[in-house]
C-alpha cells in the first residue's frame, strides 16, 4: 500500500476516500461509492486522519449528510489527498 502523504494540523485538505460503512449497509441507502471531501486537519496519525469543518462534495450521490464535523478516515482508506491551503 503506498503511504499517504502527511498533513499537519491546520492544512486544508481535499480527500477522497472509501466509506465502507455505505458500502456493506445498504439500509443506509446510497451506493457503494468514493466519498470526495474537503476539511481542516484536526489530527494526522498513524492510523489516520481526523478532520474539522469536513464538506462532502458529493454527497447527494452517495446518500451522505453534506457537513460531517469531526469526521476520522483512516489512512488505509485515503484513495487520494492533497493539501490545499
Same mark, same amino acid.
Given at each position: 500500500?503506498?503511504?499517504?502523504?502527511?498533513a499537519?494540523?491546520?492544512d486544508?485538505v481535499?480527500m477522497?476516500?472509501?466509506?465502507?460503512?455505505r458500502?456493506?449497509?445498504?439500509?443506509?441507502?446510497?451506493?457503494?461509492m468514493?466519498?470526495?471531501?474537503?476539511?481542516?486537519? /484536526? $489530527?494526522?496519525?498513524?492510523? @489516520?486522519?481526523a478532520? *474539522?469543518?469536513?464538506?462532502?462534495?458529493?454527497h447527494?450521490? %452517495?446518500? /451522505? $449528510?453534506?457537513?460531517?464535523? @469531526?469526521?476520522?478516515? *483512516?489512512?488505509?482508506?485515503?484513495?487520494?489527498i492533497?493539501? %490545499?491551503?
Open positions: 500500500m503506498a503511504k499517504i502523504k502527511r499537519t494540523p491546520g486544508v481535499c477522497v476516500w472509501k466509506d465502507h460503512y458500502v456493506h449497509n445498504r439500509s443506509m441507502g446510497g451506493g457503494p468514493l466519498v470526495e471531501s474537503f476539511g481542516r486537519v /484536526a $489530527e494526522h496519525t498513524d492510523e @489516520g486522519i478532520l *474539522l469543518q469536513n464538506r462532502v462534495t458529493n447527494q450521490e %452517495i446518500g /451522505a $449528510e453534506e457537513c460531517m464535523d @469531526g469526521q476520522f478516515v *483512516l489512512d488505509c482508506d485515503i484513495v487520494s492533497e493539501v %490545499i491551503a
